[in-house]
């Protein structure tokens, strides 16, 4: 029994403990919920205040933007304002002066109105008056012009003589200085140096031994190289030097450049020596191709077949009278081209014949002819144009000037030839004169060596006393001053001096 009331009393105390659990429960959450509606409320409110902040520095933003915008509008009306007034200024500036012209047109028509009855009134008052003379002399108007014609005529016809005279002199003097001025100018815009240029054919040995291996065992060295590169080598008693001689210039280069070579490397022999001459004259031949190239470049001369081009180049290796002929070819064209300018005619067709007026100088030692003859025939073979060859072949006059370019290519060709300094025409007839006075003296016999010197001056001769005595050397150098007075031309005199000695060497031993 009193355990039933024990567990009724657990039930109802555990019932009671959970209803008083639930109720407390009840009371803090409604706590939390107060709570809750609290912080809410506090946001909301700080949301509000924040969204007026807002409201309240967007409306000033833009009372601010509304004050700047109508600065802005006011400051743009005062300038349209003063473009409204200057513009209405110019309207009045520019009906006023449309009165002013409208003003003087009807002053100018009003004055063109009056000078046309003057002129009316004084070709009438002309009219009557040649009538009037008309009928005082009975002669017409061509009548009268005539007698009087006649009488100025015969009263001055000596003055006008003598006027028409100096007229002539005058107008010969004007044109003389008109191509004087013409070709002064044209030299003037060249300004080339023209110093010589003259092709060496001698060649610096760096020591006697060279000259053993250019030789080579029995000759066999030089008789290979002078038969590949088609010269002629000397090689003689002169220390450290020696001489290849050829009438082609441009063999004679290849035979420079391959025994120079040949020196360099000290190799030596037949087949090295074949070798060398071939490269060397493939390297040549691509000298002389970019020389023409060149050459036609710098003067402006672009319509040449390319094998007249090549053949152009070879003159590189020729000079004439100790001027480079190439030289003196390119000189010509811009010389030819500046008279061409000047006197209105064909520009190309001048330079083109003055740059080639000397291209059979280039192969007229394999060809028979004239230089001209020779480059005529290159011309017209490789399809030249015919106003070209007129320009070159009438430099030498061996044919008539038929174009203006032709007696251009001919004046341009004498200036460059003339200027002070390109050609060594005078060195060369000095060279000559020299050369031939002691070919006179060693043309007698019995003269062992003979040297002019002193500039010509004097010839020393030193002879064979074995064979010539002392009075037959008097009689000899007499007879050497006869001839050098009868064969050549010369400046004061030459003094001949004959020179006999005996020696006569011992040894002591």
């Not at 008083?20 to 509606?37: D, H």
């Not at 441009?250 to 391959?258: I, S, Y």
Request: charged share 35%; hydrophobic share 40%; aromatic share 4%.
């Amino acid at each position: 029994m009193n355990l039933k009331i024990v567990v009724l009393l657990l039930a109802v105390a555990g019932l009671l403990g959970i209803a008083i659990g639930y109720f407390l429960r009840y009371l803090v959450s409604l706590g939390q919920k107060g709570s809750v509606e609290l912080e809410i409320k506090r946001k909301l409110l700080e949301a509000q205040e924040e969204a007026n902040r807002i409201i309240e520095n967007a409306e000033k933003k833009a009372e601010e933007r509304i004050l700047e915008a109508r600065a802005e509008a006011d400051e743009l009306d005062g300038k349209l304002k003063k473009t409204e007034d200057r513009l209405i200024k110019k309207e009045e500036l520019l009906d006023k002066r449309q009165q002013d012209l409208d003003h003087t047109s009807d002053e100018l028509k009003v004055k063109t109105k009056e000078v046309d009855e003057l002129h009316s009134e004084a070709e009438q008052l002309r009219e009557k008056r040649e009538k009037k003379l008309q009928e005082i002399s009975h002669l017409s108007e061509e009548e009268a012009k005539d007698l009087f014609i006649k009488e100025v005529k015969e009263k001055y016809e000596t003055d006008l003589i003598a006027r028409m005279h100096k007229l002539e002199i005058a107008g010969k003097e004007q044109l003389e200085k008109k191509a004087q001025d013409i070709l002064v100018t044209s030299i003037h815009r060249l300004g080339n140096n023209v110093t010589s240029d003259i092709m060496s054919s001698s060649i610096d040995l760096p020591s006697e031994d060279v000259k053993g291996k250019i030789i080579g065992k029995e000759g066999r060295n030089i008789k290979t190289f002078e038969r590949a590169s088609g010269v002629e080598v000397v090689v003689d008693d002169t220390p450290g030097l020696i001489i290849l001689s050829s009438f082609d210039p441009v063999r004679r280069a290849v035979a420079k450049l391959a025994l120079e070579r040949l020196i360099k490397d000290g190799r030596i022999q037949p087949a090295r020596i074949e070798e060398e001459v071939e490269k060397a004259r493939q390297e040549i031949n691509n000298i002389i191709k970019e020389k023409g190239e060149q050459a036609a470049y710098d003067t402006g001369v672009f319509n040449l077949d390319p094998r007249i081009i090549s053949i152009l180049g070879r003159l590189h290796f020729r000079t004439s009278y100790g001027q480079n002929v190439l030289q003196h070819s390119v000189e010509m064209a811009h010389l030819a081209g500046m008279l061409a300018e000047e006197l209105k005619a064909d520009v190309a067709v001048a330079k083109a014949g003055a740059l080639v007026h000397d291209i059979g100088k280039a192969v007229d030692h394999e060809i028979q002819g004239t230089h001209v003859e020779i480059g005529r025939r290159i011309l017209q073979k490789f399809g030249a144009d015919e106003a070209i060859i007129k320009a070159m072949q009438a430099h030498h006059e061996e044919y008539p000037f038929e174009t203006l370019e032709s007696i251009i290519v001919q004046v341009a060709d004498a200036v460059s030839g003339s200027r002070p300094g390109a050609r060594r025409d005078t060195v060369e007839n000095y060279l000559k004169r020299l050369n031939d006075l002691e070919n006179i003296a060693m043309s007698f016999s019995g003269v062992e060596k003979a040297y002019a010197i002193q500039a010509g001056r004097e010839i020393r001769i030193f002879i064979n006393p074995e064979q010539i005595s002392d009075i037959e050397a008097k009689t000899m150098a007499r007879e050497i001053a006869n001839k050098i007075e009868a064969e050549l031309k010369y400046p004061g005199e030459i003094k001949v001096n004959v020179i006999r000695e005996n020696r006569v060497i011992e040894y002591a031993r």
